[in-house]
């Protein structure tokens, strides 16, 4: 009877893919990243966090500056990347943008990249 329950509960969440972390420090891990990240939680393979600084230091081989690889504040990283698309398609199919909008484009390019 319990078994049977357990199967049908296994059944129903089987695609369910929610992890949590309340903090993860990085020093240098096997990715050579340094870093922390703050309250995280990855739903369907994409972190969201209330803040995260992931950065890469110089190792004169294949990185010769400081690399900022992953940020997060607030839960707003996501939806930053999403409308820098959004306007980037925006401005290469139409090219026709907004005064508002180009100057979006050009903020969200700066801490996207």
Known sequence: MLNRLLQKLQWKVRKWN?????????LHD???????????IIYNYRSYSLLTFEFRLPNGADRKIFQLTHWDFLFLSRYCFVVWERLDDRNMWS???????????????????
Do not use: A, Q, T
Request: no cysteine; aromatic share 18%.
């Open 95 to 113: 090219g026709s943008l907004s005064r508002w909008n180009r100057l979006k484009l050009k903020f969200l390019s700066k801490i996207i990249r």
């Open 30 to 40: 096997g990715n050579s990243v340094f870093g922390f990240s703050l309250f995280e």
């Open 18 to 26: 929610i992890k949590f972390s309340l903090l993860d420090i990085f």
